[in-house]
């Protein structure tokens, strides 16, 4: 899931940032709201990590400007800042969690996971395609109820290619959502990708298959639709 992690302090910001990305969340780091702003206008989030007080301005102010646009993704803010008045108030302005710093990586990680299971209650999160499912919050998929061992980097692949089953992903809608804007990618690493989760789904006996649409991306269909086209 794209993360944006918004936080100053470098080494604190360093070590939650390779906790995420171990966890298979692509992260942006911005260290300031003038680079959290700019990261807006070039990504879609999943979730946004914020720090309450930054060099440039108030997290909790930029947060509730953020809501007033209309932005509803998760947001968890973290301060040194532990009274019980500024945490009514970060609630109130619109954080789904807070976490006093320093911050652990694993309890963050865990009331991130937390905060994305609230934000999708109201539908199942949990998508079903052919006989494979796929719980996003856990990231783990199966197919006929035996977990598929694959990379992050396929698992991420497979979010992408689930969250628009049937229709064709463009090559590079897909990269955007698998790489944060700081990560070495090689010019064949999506198709390496593609390569071995297409291997992991024919040898579990998956009902579905990941077809190359030509000069666009790639689409994943059932292979009962692929017989019969």
Same mark, same amino acid.
């Not at 940032?17 to 959290?36: I, K, N, R, Y």
């Not at 990504?43 to 007033?68: C, T």
């Not at 646009?69 to 301060?79: E, H, I, R, T």
């Given at each position: ?92 302005? =619109? ?49 006929? =109820? ?27 809608? @897909? ?21 071995? @989760? ?32």
């Amino acid at each position: 899931m794209r993360t944006l992690l918004v936080d100053h302090e470098t080494d604190q910001a360093r070590v939650v940032h390779q906790a995420l990305s171990d966890c298979g969340f692509a992260v942006d780091l911005a260290c300031t709201l003038d680079e959290a702003a700019a990261a807006f206008g070039c990504a879609r989030y999943d979730i946004l990590i914020l720090e309450l007080i930054l060099p440039d301005g108030d997290g909790l102010e930029w947060l509730k400007q953020l809501r007033r646009d209309g932005y509803s993704m998760p947001a968890v803010m973290m301060s040194r800042f532990n009274e019980l008045g500024r945490r009514i108030a970060i609630f109130n302005g =619109g954080a789904d969690d807070f976490l006093p710093k320093p911050v652990s990586p694993d309890e963050l990680i865990a009331r991130m996971r937390a905060t994305l299971r609230r934000a999708t209650q109201m539908t199942s999160p949990v998508v079903t395609f052919g006989n494979l499912r796929f719980d996003p919050i856990g990231r783990q998929a199966s197919v006929n =109820g035996r977990p598929l061992k694959i990379a992050r980097r396929e698992v991420c692949i497979l979010e992408h290619l689930l969250s628009r089953a049937g229709r064709t992903v463009a090559r590079a809608a @897909l990269e955007d959502g698998l790489y944060a804007f700081d990560n070495e990618v090689s010019t064949n690493a999506l198709e390496v990708g593609i390569y071995r @989760l297409r291997g992991h789904l024919s040898q579990s006996g998956a009902t579905l298959r990941i077809k190359t649409a030509r000069g666009i991306g790639y689409v994943l269909e059932l292979k009962s639709a692929a017989s019969a086209a």
